[in-house]
């Protein structure tokens, strides 16, 4: 903090719906996976089913992933899939982050 000026932090960028903990942990895999199934997700992030379920509806809210629900011969199968709007708005958020978190020396 040189000659007493402090710098201003661009907050404002941060989306509140993938800041959560556990909706970024659903985020990232997505990003990289494009589709999980709830299972996957739930063992990976090591949540239990009932929040991974709310969190996963404030995302699908966002329109930020889709659930499908279907079956994989009898069995139930539910997957999560991120969606377009989802990748451009965690890419955003990346980089609203990396704005705040500002250069590393």
Do not use: C
């Not at 800041?19 to 659903?26: A, S, T």
């Amino acid at each position: 903090m040189a000659g007493g000026v402090r710098p201003s932090l661009d907050i404002g960028g941060i989306d509140e719906v993938i800041h959560g903990r556990l909706r970024l942990g659903v985020m990232a895999y997505l990003a990289n996976a494009e589709v999980a199934d709830f299972n996957e997700l739930k063992d990976v992030l090591e949540v239990t089913q009932g929040n991974l379920s709310v969190q996963l509806r404030k995302l699908e809210d966002a329109q930020y992933v889709t659930i499908e629900k279907g079956y994989l011969g009898r069995k139930p199968r539910t997957q999560v899939r991120i969606t377009p709007v989802g990748r451009k708005a965690f890419a955003a958020y990346l980089e609203a982050l990396g704005r705040v978190i500002g250069p590393q020396t």
